[in-house]
């Protein structure tokens, strides 16, 4: 079975700084997408960035990257020049290739201040 | 945004009782998915669909059912509510395009058992 292992319960960050949440993962497979997932107090999951195994590029989304190590099995999000709107929970999540379902971890809450 | 609605958004019950939650989407997208989300689990599949009337069962299946009839809907039924199915219930659509599978999320419904 999948697990996806965040941490972090809660971070600050100091607005317009970078932060780094942690996600790692377990799996056995060669071929698997990982994904991160924002939710803010609203309440909404809001699709981030996506990294596939086989891509020899860090992902990146505007002032989303992902630094993705699998050898370490990590695929951490670095969120740059934080704003006071990505105050949020994050959600790392992991596909298997030879299926759609998503296995999620227990999440990240992040606090921006100003 | 991915024209997914879920029905209702907020719903108070009492234990015993049967209740259905409704997922509805416009994109035509082939896979639905029911979510639940409690905190320090972040977001766990009850049961997830791969075409109309094809539907399988997920990491927390037990006391849901669900049905798809049509491509657009998917529905959750709990099939005696008890307080340990007090949540947050999210509905998720994905589709083949591309090679993510990226899933989009519904606003949630929030529901309590008493």
């Known amino acids: 079975a999948q697990k996806i292992t965040q941490t972090q319960p809660g971070m600050f960050v100091q607005e317009k700084e970078a932060v780094t949440l942690d996600c790692t993962y377990d799996t056995s497979d060669q071929s698997y997408g990982l994904f991160w997932y924002k939710q803010p107090s609203s309440g909404e999951m809001i699709f981030l960035i996506y990294q596939g195994s086989y891509d020899e590029q860090n992902a990146t989304e505007g002032r989303y990257s992902l630094n993705f190590q699998k050898a370490r099995k990590s695929a951490n999000l670095v969120i740059s020049a934080s704003q006071l709107g990505d105050s949020a929970m994050y959600f790392c999540?992991?596909?298997?290739?030879?299926?759609?379902?998503?296995?999620f971890g227990a999440g990240t809450t992040v606090t921006v201040r100003a | 945004d991915a024209g997914i609605t879920q029905s209702p958004r907020h719903k108070v019950t009492e234990t015993g009782t049967p209740v259905t939650l409704r997922c509805h989407q416009t994109?035509?997208?082939?896979?639905m998915y029911w979510y639940r989300q409690d905190p320090g689990h972040g977001l766990r599949l009850i049961h997830y669909s791969y075409g109309v009337k094809d539907t399988d069962k997920g990491e927390v299946s037990d006391g849901y059912s669900v049905s798809r009839s049509k491509t657009e809907d998917f529905l959750l039924t709990l099939e005696s509510a008890t307080s340990s199915q007090t949540s947050v219930y999210f509905c998720?659509?994905?589709?083949?395009?591309?090679?993510?599978?990226?899933?989009?999320f519904g606003p949630g419904t929030r529901l309590t058992v008493t």
């Open positions: 998720a659509i994905s589709d083949q395009t591309g090679i993510t599978y990226e899933q989009y």
């Open positions: 999540a992991m596909r298997d290739a030879d299926d759609y379902k998503l296995s």
């Open positions: 994109e035509n997208h082939r896979y």
